[in-house]
Nanobody, 112 residues
Framework: VQLVESGGGLVQPGGSLRLSCAAS????????MGWYRQAPGKQRELVAR???????NYADSVRGRFTISRDNGKRMVALQMNTLKPEDTGVYYC???????WGQGTQVTVSS
């Protein structure tokens, strides 16, 4: 199982980023895919989740600003992040939650 995140970077408050996660070695359509983040000194937390059938849920802190989507044919899940805030800073990980599989993470820094 391999999950590879991309798209992180440095962005100013109010800006946008799009994260992508490419999967291999799994039956992707069977995965409930989650995006998690971990800020320095804090526990990893769920940001957004999308089921194999496309049902989504979001952390209260990002609802209305972030959108999770998936393309089962391309075996990819994306996280569109708009109106970013400094508190969104952290390492973002994607996960196939059914398998307990994780990517290596991508850093997102929101700062002026």
């Amino acid at each position: 199982v391999q999950l590879v995140e991309s798209g992180g970077g440095l962005v100013q408050p109010g800006g946008s980023l799009r994260l992508s996660c490419a999967a291999s070695g799994i039956i992707f359509s069977a995965c409930s895919m989650g995006w998690y983040r971990q800020a320095p000194g804090k526990q990893r937390e769920l940001v957004a989740r999308i089921s194999g059938g496309g049902t989504t849920n979001y952390a209260d802190s990002v609802r209305g600003r972030f959108t999770i989507s998936r393309d089962n044919g391309k075996r990819m899940v994306a996280l569109q992040m708009n109106t970013l805030k400094p508190e969104d800073t952290g390492v973002y990980y994607c996960s196939c939650e059914n398998r307990g599989s994780w990517g290596q993470g991508t850093q997102v820094t929101v700062s002026s």
